[in-house]
């Protein structure tokens, strides 16, 4: 492909202009984001409130490169009898490529959670997020630019693209089934399924070409099975599509326990025909720190040499005081 056509494919790839359509967020450690894998999992932790950090550079030996930021904050507003009331912000910020094509999104999650055993939370979450698109063209090289000799950067690009498609909203929803064996038990279960962009908003930068936002759906589980007094094993899987794109990511690790409040995780999970993602993760008192990076296997790999994406994630949560053992707790609350 020549030079002056490649940020024009990494745009309409990314846009949706010209008929191929765009593609949402995600991440390798998808378990440390979880308002945007379902609302439904807004609240759905063991203590008051957690805020999550998230970083991810992909593909940095190619010429579209992508990174993507993410920020979010969880509250339980009601927690009374077997019932839950949470809320989550959530913000994130995409960008790539020589037209820094932009997405930023901001978002408010409601979660409701009820007990319908001492082991088992079902939760039903609605969302509702602002998002925009945006790029610059001036560093752009176009078809039309060339004088039949040579690029020529004073020639009129005659292309009718907006430099932002404006500030659209986006629903969605989700529901989670939560398990827990006991309050002194590790071992818990999250399986849900949700779906995003349910109003399928108009994301073209062109006017005169409407195109909707296709429908994310995904459905995932992730588990922590305490195997003794210092190990857990870890499990997860995550699968999500968009109109004709999807992906599949399973993977499973070990979870060991240095002290009561310390514990270094390490896994191993693949992307299916994408990407082996090894990861390493660091729990101390209320904080989680997960680094991971994807080793591309694709038949990209001949563009990227293997390289995939560094990830890392933190995570911060805000434990109440741990009531005495023989009151009753809810899994959950």
């Known amino acids: 492909m020549n030079n002056y056509y490649?940020?024009?494919?990494?745009?309409l790839l990314?846009?949706?202009?010209?008929?191929?359509?765009?593609?949402?967020?995600?991440?390798?450690?998808?378990?440390?984001?979880?308002?945007?894998?379902?609302?439904a999992l807004t609240g759905i932790f063991e203590g008051n409130k957690r805020a999550n950090l998230h970083y991810r550079s992909q593909w940095e030996t190619v010429p579209v490169q992508y990174r993507t930021m993410a920020a979010g904050?969880?509250?339980?507003?009601?927690?009374?009898?077997?019932?839950?009331?949470?809320?989550?912000?959530?913000l994130q910020r995409d960008q790539a490529g020589d037209a820094e094509l932009s997405w930023t999104q901001i978002g408010l999650n409601?979660?409701?959670?009820?007990?319908?055993?001492?082991?088992?939370?079902?939760?039903?979450?609605?969302g509702l997020?602002?998002?925009?698109?945006?790029?610059?063209?001036?560093?752009?090289?176009?078809?039309?630019?060339?004088?039949g000799d040579i690029y020529n950067p004073s020639l009129p690009s005659k292309e009718t693209l907006n430099d932002a498609t404006g500030l659209k909203p986006s629903l969605s929803a989700g529901i989670n089934w939560h398990f827990k064996l006991n309050p002194q038990s590790r071992t818990a279960i999250d399986a849900g399924a949700a779906a995003?962009?349910?109003?399928?908003?108009d994301v073209n930068f062109r006017t005169d070409m409407p195109r909707a936002l296709p429908v994310r759906v995904g459905v995932y589980g992730q588990s922590y099975i305490q195997a003794n007094l210092q190990y857990d094993y870890v499990i997860f899987a995550h699968?999500?599509?968009?109109?004709?794109?999807?992906?599949t990511l399973i993977g499973a690790g070990v979870r060991y326990w240095l002290t009561e409040e310390s514990a270094i995780q390490l896994a191993g999970a693949t992307r299916i025909g994408d990407a082996i993602i090894p990861s390493i993760a660091v729990q101390r008192n209320q904080w989680k720190v997960g680094i991971s990076y994807d080793i591309n296997i694709s038949a990209f790999k001949i563009a990227t040499n293997r390289?995939?994406?560094?990830?890392?994630?933190?995570?911060?949560?805000?434990?109440?005081?741990?009531?005495?053992k023989e009151l009753k707790v809810c899994p959950v609350f």
Do not use: C
């Open 6 to 11: 490649i940020p024009l494919f990494a745009l």
């Open 14 to 39: 990314s846009s949706g202009a010209g008929g191929l359509m765009a593609q949402d967020l995600h991440y390798s450690q998808s378990y440390f984001n979880p308002q945007h894998q379902s609302p």
């Open 73 to 90: 904050f969880e509250t339980k507003i009601i927690s009374r009898d077997n019932n839950m009331l949470a809320a989550g912000l959530l």
């Open 110 to 126: 409601i979660n409701a959670a009820h007990n319908i055993s001492s082991r088992q939370t079902i939760s039903a979450g609605f």
């Open 129 to 147: 997020l602002f998002f925009q698109r945006k790029a610059d063209y001036s560093n752009l090289k176009w078809n039309n630019q060339w004088d």
């Open 196 to 201: 995003m962009h349910l109003n399928k908003p």
């Open 239 to 247: 699968y999500q599509q968009m109109q004709k794109a999807n992906e």
């Open 307 to 324: 390289r995939g994406g560094f990830e890392i994630a933190a995570v911060y949560t805000a434990a109440p005081v741990k009531p005495p």
